[in-house]
């Protein structure tokens, strides 16, 4: 029979992907783990596999479609001995039978696989004295926004409220229920949802455009990473309670043992160096020291449980074209300088190509931002959940500073600590950034 191949999960968030490329055509024969096609998620390009063997009978999505769900049907094999023809003349019906399952909210990867189809039921107001039917994380999330779930229709199975139905009430675009005639009762909270909804999206485009002259501007449609960007940090301004601490770092220590290593580094025949260490290599190195040496801001927050990591997975922030990424160094605080820094340079390479795997860049414990090289002297960089912590890194420049009472010129670097209240107070953030101050103004502790 036909073997249905359907657009892949390619990491535990992704709803919905562009297929860049098809790498065979219709007619081909295959075998488990051939290459068959490039897909594009938010973040990056990756090669998807065949699992099964046949030949290539349809392809029912083609390549540069954008927007593409998971689940859905994109392909069609025709098995081994099967007639190609009829299995091609089949794929017209089955993507009804092959479409995607209701999406059920983002979940951490131990949780169990979403559940089947199920019929859509709507659930009755509570006013009727029926309740209301909603997943804990749409509860934790309409009350953190103060939306009503009992005038929500729930869109997951048998009527489930479920988060994607939160936020389109938060974004003005859910479906209400039907208050009842004998129920007016249920109309101020419905008027309070909506205003909230308003108050929360803001302007709309509309508004937005009338404040400017017609042809003044051009409409640029947000790509894939920026609306993963958008969300994701606004969903961390909203829901984590940041909090800053800065401090100013003396580096010429550093920057002499720097040049020392670089000048030590290695060479092959053809004169290229092993390594070639950067400030900002020493800076993951320093952070994850110090997140070693204060195990308890190594920590994500959780509703039941405070999470302490055993490893400092440090995420950089690299800049590409349309946004960002921030790929993770893992167990940082065991690695060599010259291992961080060759592993940056491949990140960043590949980062800026997109193609870093998913499990390079989702998770970590901390995150580093440094816009030094920028010519930024300060900044606070927004948490990106669910790190606890994230070091916003300035310039080294020259000032002038008091020593043992007079004045010197020292070169100086201004790092800020944003934390999230909840599990790092400021006792504990400010502890942290003194050993990463300490780390970076003797940095002959990073290598012993």
Aim: one cysteine or more; glycine letters at 8%; a neutral charge.
């Amino acid at each position: 029979m036909p073997i249905n191949i359907t657009m892949p999960a390619l990491s535990p968030t992704m709803e919905e992907g562009n297929l860049a490329k098809w790498l065979v055509k219709e007619g081909d024969k295959i075998k488990s783990g051939d290459v068959i096609a490039e897909i594009e998620t938010d973040k990056a390009t990756m090669e998807v596999e065949a699992v099964d063997e046949g030949t290539v009978a349809k392809i029912v999505v083609p390549a540069g479609t954008e927007g593409v769900k998971v689940n859905a049907l994109i392909a069609v094999l025709a098995g081994e001995g099967e007639d190609v023809s009829a299995a091609a003349s089949g794929a017209a019906a089955a993507p009804a039978a092959a479409a995607p399952a209701p999406k059920a909210e983002t979940a951490p990867a131990h949780s169990a696989p979403a559940a089947q189809p199920a019929p859509v039921v709507p659930a009755a107001l509570s006013t009727d004295g029926h309740r209301t039917f909603a997943s804990p994380l749409a509860r934790r999330l309409a009350k953190e926004s103060g939306i009503d779930l009992t005038a929500l229709v729930g869109s997951g199975p048998h009527g489930r409220v479920i988060k994607k139905d939160i936020e389109a009430a938060v974004a003005g675009t859910g479906v209400a229920k039907a208050a009842p005639a004998a129920a007016p009762a249920a109309q101020p909270a419905a008027a309070a949802q909506a205003a909230a909804a308003a108050a929360l999206k803001g302007m709309s485009e509309d508004a937005v455009l009338k404040l400017f002259e017609p042809g003044s501007y051009e409409l640029v449609p947000h790509d894939g990473m920026r609306k993963t960007i958008a969300k994701r940090l606004q969903e961390s301004k909203q829901t984590v309670p940041h909090f800053y601490v800065t401090v100013d770092c003396e580096l010429d220590a550093l920057l002499a043992l720097r040049t020392q290593l670089n000048d030590a580094a290695p060479k092959s025949k053809d004169g290229v160096a092993a390594y070639k260490l950067s400030v900002n290599d020493m800076v993951i190195k320093a952070l994850a020291l110090s997140l070693r040496d204060v195990p308890d801001a190594n920590v994500s927050w959780t509703d039941n449980n405070m999470v302490k990591h055993k490893h400092a997975d440090v995420g950089v922030a690299v800049s590409i074209p349309g946004g960002l990424i921030t790929p993770i160094i893992r167990s940082a605080e065991l690695k060599t300088l010259s291992a961080i820094s060759n592993e940056m340079k491949d990140y960043g390479k590949r980062a800026k190509e997109r193609k870093l795997k998913p499990e390079e860049y989702q998770g970590g414990t901390t995150a580093v931002s440094n816009m030094g090289m920028m010519g930024v002297k300060n900044f606070s960089a927004v948490i990106n959940p669910p790190h606890a912590t994230i070091l916003a890194v300035g310039a080294g420049e020259q000032r002038v500073i008091v020593k043992k009472g007079e004045m010197a010129i020292a070169t100086m670097m201004s790092v800020t600590l944003s934390t999230d209240h909840r599990c790092v107070d400021g006792a504990l953030g400010a502890e942290l950034l003194a050993a990463f101050k300490g780390y970076i103004e003797n940095p002959m502790g990073m290598l012993v």
